[in-house]
């Protein structure tokens, strides 16, 4: 059987549009964001994201673990990009060097040196404020959007019926593989399984993992042939499908809707203009020399 994600009615800001309307608006926020390197605007859109996830009603108990993992995975790329200045190289053309950290060793005549710079922390900032805005965004989708309402959302944003009902699918396939997988570990664990004892190399550990990974994976190849089934004798795909429920657009959705897409409008008007590329302060370079 498919489950879904954690959701329940609120009376908060996002489930008080229509899911279309809402995620017309998350589209265009999305768009509108990656125009933009400048911290100024950036700030704009992180104080977007914040009004909606302290409107949203949403508990911190309720999405803890979400926002630890998510939250961790953006500080620590975050705080790779400031130690490389992966990426940022393509932003700006030269550098002020803060400190240097020369390794007291060579590989094969290269010395492994370590070089923090003003431009690599700003723009390490600067990433950090654009990642976490989207992602603050996109953690709220499951925990605010109706399940029984996602086939419907995605038809009426335009797509066919059976496009929709996959994208109803996928959206079930990430908590259902979860609750198998929980399932599958307590059973295992009741026939004297114990996870906690794996050791040996990578190749032996995913040896030991057999027991988890293969009837996790038998049962999800068995009850997606079971739901083909299911949509074959339904005559899925033959004709146009009905929906039960019908979700009706009023004004504040169409406003909503409005919104994001002037923000997406000005955001790509900016970007013509060349306007929201990297900036900072050169206040924060003063007296710091050049990196060579």
Not at 97 to 106: G, W
Not at 149 to 175: N, Q, S
Not at 250 to 263: F, N, P, S, W, Y
Not at 281 to 290: A, F, I, M, S, Y
Request: hydrophobic share 50%; net charge positive.
């Amino acid at each position: 059987m498919l489950v879904t994600w954690r959701y329940r009615k609120r009376k908060g800001f996002i489930q008080s549009f229509d899911p279309r309307a809402w995620l017309i608006f998350f589209s265009c926020f999305l768009a509108s964001t990656l125009f933009f390197w400048d911290v100024r605007y950036l700030a704009i859109f992180l104080g977007i994201a914040l009004f909606v996830v302290f409107t949203s009603g949403i508990k911190w108990h309720e999405m803890a673990r979400a926002w630890m993992f998510i939250g961790g995975f953006i500080l620590f790329f975050s705080f790779l990009t400031f130690l490389t200045g992966r990426g940022g190289m393509e932003l700006y053309d030269k550098e002020h060097l803060i400190r240097q950290f020369a390794a007291n060793f060579t590989i094969l005549g290269w010395q492994p040196t370590l070089n923090i710079t003003a431009e690599r922390g700003f723009y390490a900032i600067s990433m950090l404020i654009r990642v976490f805005s989207i992602a603050s965004m996109t953690i709220l989708i499951p925990y605010s959007l109706n399940p029984a309402h996602y086939g419907i959302t995605f038809r009426g944003l335009g797509f066919p019926d059976k496009i929709a009902y996959g994208m109803d699918l996928t959206m079930r396939f990430i908590p259902t593989l979860g609750r198998d997988f929980s399932l599958t570990m307590d059973a295992q664990k009741a026939r004297g399984y114990e996870i906690e004892k794996l050791d040996g190399g990578l190749i032996e550990q995913v040896r030991k993992l057999a027991p988890l990974v293969v009837p996790v994976t038998i049962h999800s190849i068995m009850g997606s042939e079971d739901i083909i089934d299911a949509m074959d004798l339904r005559a899925f795909g033959i004709g146009p499908r009905t929906w039960l429920e019908k979700l009706d657009r009023t004004t504040r959705d169409r406003i909503l809707i409005g919104v994001g897409v002037a923000i997406l409008i000005v955001s790509i008007s900016l970007s013509l203009f060349g306007m929201g590329k990297f900036w900072m302060p050169e206040v924060l370079t003063q007296g710091l020399p050049l990196l060579t």
